[in-house]
Each structure stands twice: as C-alpha cells, then as structure tokens.
C-alpha cells in the first residue's frame, strides 16, 4: 500500500491545502458563494460575445412572437429573421440587456447594488406603450438557449441549474419592480 507522511495536523506532502472556502454569500440572494464563483469564470465566455449572444437572444425572442417584436418601434416592421440577425440597433439592444445582466453578476455580492439595478431597470419598462409585467418572462427561454449557444461545451448540466436560478431572480425583481410601479401610479 502506498503511504504517505502525514504528521498531526499536516496535509500529505503532494497535496496543497484547500483553498479557503469562500465567504458565504448574501442569505436572501439565490445562490451560493461557490455557484457565484462559478458563475463569474463562466460569464467571461460570455463578456467576450456579448453581442452575438445578445442578438441570438433577442432572435429567438421574437421567433414566433410578432406581438413581442411589435413592442419594440425599431423591429416593429422587420418579420425576417435574417434582416434582424443583420439589424445594428438590434445587436445594441441585446448588448444593453446584457449589460444590465454582466453589471449584476459583477456586483452579485452585494444585494443593494443588484436590486437597485433591477428596481431602475424594471421600473424604466413602464414608458414602453404596451408592455406589462409578466412580458419580462420571454426572455427566459431566449436568455438560457442563447448562453448555452455561446458557452458550447462549457455550457455544464451545473452551469444550467445556475443560469436558470440566475434568470429567474432577474426577471422576478424586474417584474417585482415594476407591478409596484404601476401600482403606485395608478393610485
Ligand atoms: C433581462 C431582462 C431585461 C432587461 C435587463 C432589459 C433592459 C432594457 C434596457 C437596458 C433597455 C434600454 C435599451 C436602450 O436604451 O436601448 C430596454 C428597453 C426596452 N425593453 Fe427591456 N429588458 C429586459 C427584458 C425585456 C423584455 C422581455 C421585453 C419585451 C417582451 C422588453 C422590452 C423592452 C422595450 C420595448 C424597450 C424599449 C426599446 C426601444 O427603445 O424601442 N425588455 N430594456
């Protein structure tokens, strides 16, 4: 049997330490200080098509849907597919949607900061004729196909259950946001 020297309160001598585990996060964010870690080193593979994978998410956002590209003055009157995928001010709008995401995942660690983000952001949505809160949720599908489409291989059957909890408390606070907008409003 193969033995290794391990003195009280050592470590065998091929073996580093484990690293320090890392501090745990927020208790009232979704998830977990080792599935935000990972979650950072798998958005690099994002940052770096951002736009690409804005407009594969904005694209399939509209597959089917001329009411949800109606919403939008700039789309309303583009139905191919291939003209949109061409669109410049479309490849600007997926980058800002995503931007929103990369500045939230960046700031994860802080609650405020992320909810703050998402409040400005939901709220903003009321100035758009049309639109209503629950429309936030078409763009969970597009978000999760288009980050898969991107990430490949590096796309895990772990990294899916985060991006999907990651998604789902993004469009839950927009959506949050902005029913008490309007409803403050209308009263
Ligand atoms: C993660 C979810 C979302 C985020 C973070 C987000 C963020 C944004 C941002 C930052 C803008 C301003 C863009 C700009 O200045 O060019 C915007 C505009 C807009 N968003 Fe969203 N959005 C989200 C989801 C949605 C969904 C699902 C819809 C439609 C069903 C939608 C409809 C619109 C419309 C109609 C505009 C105005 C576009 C225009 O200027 O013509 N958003 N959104």
Known sequence: MHERAIGYGGM??????????????????????????????????????????????????FRGSDDTRALFDKFRTITSEDDLRMNETLENHGSKVLEVIDDIIANFENYDDVIHTLTVTGKMHK?????????FWRIEDPFIRAVMLTLGDRYSDNMDVIY???????????????VAELSANST
Not at 165 to 173: C, D, E, T, Y
Request: avoid cysteine; charge should be positive; hydrophobic fraction near 40%.
């Open 12 to 61: 065998a001598d091929d073996h580093l330490p484990d690293p320090a585990p890392p501090a745990p996060t927020d208790p009232r964010l979704p998830l977990n200080a080792r599935q935000v870690f990972k979650l950072k080193k798998s958005w690099k593979g994002i940052k770096r098509n951002m736009a690409s994978t804005g407009v594969e998410m904005f694209v399939r956002m």
């Open 127 to 135: 100035n758009f004729r049309g639109f209503t809160p629950s429309m």
């Open 164 to 178: 999907r909890i990651l998604i789902k408390f993004i469009l839950g606070n927009l959506e949050k946001a902005l």
